[in-house]
């Protein structure tokens, strides 16, 4: 999990109410992805960004809002739209042209 | 979208023994991993093996790739109780460009029993 941040580890939404979930790194890494895991299955992506000020859904995008203003940080936001929230979620970097994906430790959140 | 499945989708041994998971995949693929997550945790990256290659190795891992039938499996050997994790496989494919965008299996939950 080193280098990679993600706050807070538990996180409460109340319905209606819009959310985000922090995750900063300091690996100098220029990508950077969300995953959503939901109890006993595998990860979906959410959204991904390659380079500052660019992103791109991935396969889950509705109900959820990203920003890349900074290398550093990719934060995400679980808005009101989306109906299902409650999930583990994860974030991930890349490395330059590298295959592999480093993830933070994860936000868990739940639904009041 | 979910890459494919993984088997079995729970796995019990004994301390020492071996443990072996499989994963199928769907599309073409430019490399294949195996990732590990401990409960409530991050994902740990553990081994990459690329299409042209059959086997590899790293410490106690062995992971083989069939593109022929499309699919990989991990081999744990002599299983410790600190092995107990959940493991992911995630293929990578030269379709998707070079955003580095991995599709997950859905997991095998390995408990190694002391």
């Known amino acids: 999990d080193g280098g990679i941040t993600q706050s807070p580890k538990y996180l409460f939404r109340k319905e209606g109410q819009n959310v985000t979930l922090s995750c900063e790194q300091n690996l100098n890494h220029d990508a950077m992805y969300w995953y959503r895991q939901d109890p006993g299955q595998g990860l979906r992506l959410i959204y991904y960004s390659q380079i500052v000020n660019d992103f791109q859904k991935g396969d889950i995008a509705e109900g959820y809002s990203v920003s890349r203003e900074k290398k550093e940080s990719f934060p995400l936001t679980v808005t009101s739209a989306q109906k299902n929230p409650t999930a583990f979620y994860l974030c991930?970097?890349?490395?330059?042209?590298?295959?592999?994906?480093?993830f933070g430790p994860g936000t868990r959140l739940l639904v009041l | 979208s979910q890459q494919g499945e993984e088997d079995p989708q729970a796995l019990s041994i004994q301390e020492g023994e071996n443990a072996t998971m499989n994963c199928s995949y769907k599309t073409s693929i430019n490399n294949l991993q195996w990732y590990r997550q401990n409960s409530g945790r991050g994902l740990v990256h553990l081994i990459l093996i690329r299409s042209n290659e059959r086997e590899k190795h790293s410490g106690r891992l062995r992971v083989t790739l069939d593109t022929s039938k499309k699919s990989s499996s991990l081999l744990i050997t002599a299983s410790r109780a600190a092995d107990t994790a959940s493991y992911f496989c995630a293929t990578g494919s030269n379709g998707s460009g070079n955003t580095g965008k991995l599709i997950f299996g859905q997991g095998t939950t390995l408990q190694v029993k002391p």
């Open positions: 991930a970097t890349r490395q330059g042209n590298g295959e592999t994906q480093y």
